[in-house]
C-alpha cells in the first residue's frame, strides 16, 4: 500500500451531479450545483486525523486514524462551504447549544499559532484545548504558571503530540505585556489567531501597580496594549477574537461622560463593581470596532462576542456572593465547551474571512448596544486608552514605536 500524505486538493472526487473546477492557486476545488446554480467549495486539506492512501491495485482510499475506520468517499465533501457573494454573505450554522468542538469537527489547524490569554481554567481553557486537539499551535498567555502547566497536562493526556507553550502575562502591569509580547516574538514569527480572553469580574476597588482601576486595565486596557504590540506578526487573515459580554448593554458611558476618571476611578467614593465590568465589556467592543475600521484594508479580521450568560467559570470567583449566584444558576447555563463555542468559531469559520467589527452571540451575529456601534465614541476611548498607556510606558512623553499608532 502506498501512503499519499494528508494533503491534496487533487484527489476530491466528485459525483455525476456536480460539475467541478480545480483550483491549483488555493488547492480547494469548486463547483456549481446544476439546479440550484450555488457555488461550493472544498478545501485542499484533509480533515485532522484523515490520510489519504493508495492501495497496490491503484484505488484511492482515506484512513480516518482517530475513529480507525476506512472509507472510499473523501471526507472533505462533507464540509463543502458556499462561496460568498460578499463578505457579509454567511449563515448560521451553530446555535447556543453547540460545543466548541463541534465547530472545529473536521478542521485541520496545523501550522496555524493561536495566543489565548487566561487559558489555564474556565472558557478560556477550553478554547485553547479545542484548538490544540485540532493540531494549532497554542500559546497559554497566563499569569499563574503552575496552574498553566497543569491546564496543559490535561490536554497531553488526551494528544500527547498536542502543541501548547507558556509566556507569562499579568494584565495588572503594562510591563509584563511588553515583555510578554518580546519573549513571543523571539520564539514565533507569525500569529493567526489572537483570543482575548481574560478578565475579572465582581472585584472590591483596587489599584494596579500601574495606577489604573484593575477591572478596566486587565479586561481593557492591557488587551489593547497587547494587541498593537504584536500587530506586526498578525498577517492577511489572522484573526482578532475579543470575549466581550452582554453586560456592556448596562454600561453608563456616552460620549458626554468618557473620561479617564469615568473608565480607572481613583477612589472608592463611586465605585461599584458591576458597574466597572459593564464598562469593561463596552470598552471591548468599542475597541474592536475601531481596530477593525484601522486593519481592515489589511484584511486583519476583528470580532467581539459574548460567550454565555453567567457561565460556571472562575469569573466569579472575588465574592461569595457571585459564587452563590453562579452556583444556583449553573444548571441553566452553557457548559464550558458550550461557552467556548462562539470564541471558537471566530477564531476559525471560513464563512467569517473578510467579516470584521461583528458581535457574535450563541455563534451568530447580533447587534450590540447603540453605544457600541458608536465610531466616535469608540475613536474618544481610543485615544484615551493610548494615553493612559504611554504614561506608564513612556512617562518621560517620549512616545515609543511600540504604541505609536
Known amino acids: 500500500m502506498e501512503r499519499a500524505g494528508r494533503k491534496g486538493g487533487a484527489g476530491v472526487a466528485l459525483n455525476a451531479n456536480v460539475v467541478g473546477a480545480l483550483c491549483h492557486a488555493t488547492k480547494g476545488t469548486q463547483w456549481t450545483h446544476p439546479r440550484t446554480g450555488k457555488k461550493k467549495v472544498v478545501s485542499g486539506d484533509l480533515p485532522f486525523g484523515w490520510e489519504k492512501c493508495v492501495s497496490e491495485d491503484g484505488k ?14 473523501d471526507p472533505r465533501l462533507a464540509f463543502a462551504t458556499e462561496e460568498k457573494e460578499h463578505a457579509q454573505d454567511f449563515r448560521q450554522r451553530f446555535d447556543g447549544s453547540t460545543m466548541a468542538l463541534q465547530v472545529l469537527h473536521g478542521r485541520d489547524l496545523a501550522g496555524k499559532v493561536a495566543v489565548v490569554t487566561g487559558s489555564n481554567t474556565g472558557i478560556g481553557f477550553e478554547t485553547a484545548r479545542s484548538l490544540a486537539l485540532h493540531g494549532c ?10 496552574r498553566t502547566r497543569a491546564a496543559i497536562g490535561k490536554i497531553k493526556e488526551e494528544r500527547p503530540n498536542a502543541t501548547c507553550d507558556i509566556i507569562e502575562l499579568d494584565l495588572a502591569r503594562l ?5 510578554f509580547a518580546a519573549n513571543f516574538k523571539l520564539r514565533y514569527k507569525k500569529l493567526d489567531i489572537l483570543v482575548l480572553n481574560a478578565g475579572v469580574f465582581g472585584l472590591p ?19 489593547m496594549y497587547l494587541t498593537l504590540l504584536v500587530e506586526p506578526l498578525l498577517g492577511q487573515g489572522s484573526r482578532v477574537v475579543i470575549v466581550s459580554s452582554e453586560s456592556h448593554r448596562f454600561a453608563n458611558l456616552s460620549s458626554t461622560t468618557l473620561s479617564q476618571t469615568a473608565l480607572s476611578p481613583t477612589s472608592a467614593t463611586h465605585f461599584w463593581s458591576m ?6 465589556k463596552l470598552c471591548n467592543i468599542l475597541f474592536g470596532l475601531e481596530l477593525a475600521r484601522m486593519w481592515e484594508e489589511r484584511d486583519i479580521i476583528v470580532n467581539t462576542l ?21 452556583a444556583i444558576v449553573r444548571p441553566f447555563t452553557k457548559s464550558l465547551q458550550q461557552a467556548a463555542s462562539t470564541t471558537v468559531y471566530c477564531a476559525t469559520a471560513p464563512e467569517l474571512e473578510g467579516a470584521t467589527g461583528l458581535y457574535f452571540n450563541n455563534c451568530c451575529r447580533c447587534e450590540p ?6 465610531p466616535e465614541l469608540a475613536q474618544v476611548l481610543w485615544q484615551l486608552s493610548m494615553s493612559m498607556i504611554q ?5 518621560d512623553g517620549e512616545c515609543t514605536a511600540a504604541v505609536d499608532i
Open 306 to 326: 459574548h460567550p454565555g450568560n453567567m457561565v460556571s467559570s472562575n469569573l466569579n470567583r472575588n465574592w461569595w456572593f457571585y459564587r452563590l449566584v453562579f
Open 275 to 280: 458597574m466597572a465590568y459593564n464598562n469593561s
Open 137 to 146: 499551535i497554542v500559546v497559554f498567555a497566563c499569569r499563574d504558571l503552575n
Open 60 to 73: 484511492v482510499f482515506y484512513v480516518d486514524h482517530a475513529n480507525r475506520r476506512t472509507t472510499y468517499s
Open 175 to 179: 510591563h509584563s505585556v511588553t515583555k
Open 369 to 374: 448596544s447603540k453605544a457600541a456601534q458608536d
Open 205 to 223: 476597588f483596587t489599584v494596579t501597580p500601574d495606577g489604573y482601576e484593575t477591572t478596566f486595565q486587565v479586561n481593557h486596557l492591557s488587551h
Open 391 to 395: 504614561a506608564v510606558i513612556s512617562p
